[in-house]
Structures are given as C-alpha cells and as structure tokens.
C-alpha cells in the first residue's frame, strides 16, 4: 500500500494536471482538494487508484465522481467560506468533506442507510465539526435549516425537484445532474420570479432513487 507521502504526491499531481491545468481556477477550491485525502473516501482495495482521473465504485451500485466533477461542482457554487450548503447524496463523503473546507455548515443526506453511517464516521474521524448528517429521500432537502446559500446534488433526478428550489435563497444556486441516460449539469439559480438554469456540460451519474424518479 502507498504511504502517506505517496499520496500526498499523487495528490498534489491531481490538483495541478487534473484540476489546475484545465478550468478549475477558483484557489480555495484548488487549495481544498489539496487538503482533503481521496484515499479515505474509497474502499481499501482501491485506494491504489484513489487519484485516478476517473469515478470509483464505493459499493451499494454508487460511484465517488471523478475529482474533475466534484471540483467544477463545487467551483459553480461560487462559496466565499460564510455559506450553509444542503447536499444531496453523501455517498462515500469525499463531495461532503471539499464543502466542509469551504462552507461554513454543511447539511448532507444519504438515502443509503450504509453508506450514511460510513461516511458519517469516516467524516468525524478526520476532525470535521460542521456537518450536519441525515439518513433520507433527498428529494424532500431538509426543510427545517432552509434556506440554503447552496445546494449540491450527486446524483441524477429526472427533474429537478421543486422542493429542493423552494430550499434555496434568493440569489443562491443548486448544482445538478438531469436526465436519465443522456444527463445535463445545471446550475440552478433562485430569483424573485422563480428559477433560472444554465447548462453547464454533459455528465453521468448514477440515478437519484426515491421521490425523484417518480415524476
């Protein structure tokens, strides 16, 4: 298995060849994959391949996105670092773990009971004190802590769902995949007539499942 130094390595070259080298720009969001260890957030037998330019299976028919995604995700948030960010879908909590480092408070669910549990503990044992954790149909968002200067979605829904719109400020946005097969990355903004998306480049991520599938 590689060292803690190999990793370190192998990440820093991420962040120059993958991220750096194409339209990531943002220096808080650079600085932020640099800090966070990809290796922790995928099984064991793939650690080797952590870095790879490429999404990864965590188990239970989901993927960690490829570290391309989750940073032009993130760069279209646009955070400042006083922000609340709801995110759909935890996953492994690799997405979880880059809003941490740049968002205020951050409120993940997981629908996936396992992989809740996994990343919460994963997430505590890598210091992290301002996220929030709640095992659900991430279609419904998290209504109580609304509204959002933010929201992350990292997995695909047919539609966007209207409550998670509802969920946002005025002026803030969602980042999402849409679509089944053949998905688009938007970015969503809530204005005082409603909402506005942008289409930002062709994606694929596994389903949404629950609520959103049902429309």
């Known amino acids: 298995m590689a060292s803690e130094s190999d990793f370190s390595t192998q990440r820093e070259l991420m962040v120059r060849t993958q991220l750096a080298n194409r339209d990531i720009w943002d220096v808080r969001v650079l600085d932020a994959f640099r800090r966070v260890p990809r290796e922790r957030f995928v099984p064991t037998a793939l650690m080797a391949r952590a870095y790879e330019d490429r999404p990864l299976s965590i188990g239970s028919c989901q993927t960690i996105s490829q570290p391309y995604i989750v940073a032009l995700m993130t760069q279209l948030l ?3 670092g006083s922000e609340r960010v709801l995110e759909i879908g935890t996953g492994s909590g690799y997405q979880t773990a880059i809003l941490a480092e740049l968002a205020s408070q951050v409120y993940t669910i997981e629908v996936i009971p396992s992989l809740a ?3 919460q503990e994963r997430l505590a044992s890598l210091g992290y004190t301002n ?4 095992t659900d149909d991430g279609a419904d968002g998290w209504e109580a802590h609304a509204p959002f200067d933010g929201i992350l979605v990292t997995a695909a829904p047919r539609r966007f769902p209207e409550s998670l719109g509802r969920q946002l400020c005025i002026g803030a946005c ?7 097969y053949v998905q688009d990355l938007r970015r969503i903004r809530r204005v005082a007539t409603g909402l506005e998306a942008e289409s930002i480049v062709g994606v694929r991520f596994v389903p949404m499942v629950g609520k959103a599938q049902e429309v």
Do not use: M, N
């Not at 969602?174 to 089944?180: E, F, L, R, S």
């Open 78 to 80: 646009e955070l400042s």
């Open 117 to 119: 549990t996994s990343a």
């Open 131 to 134: 996220i929030q954790f709640r």
């Open 174 to 180: 969602a980042i999402a995949p849409i679509g089944d």
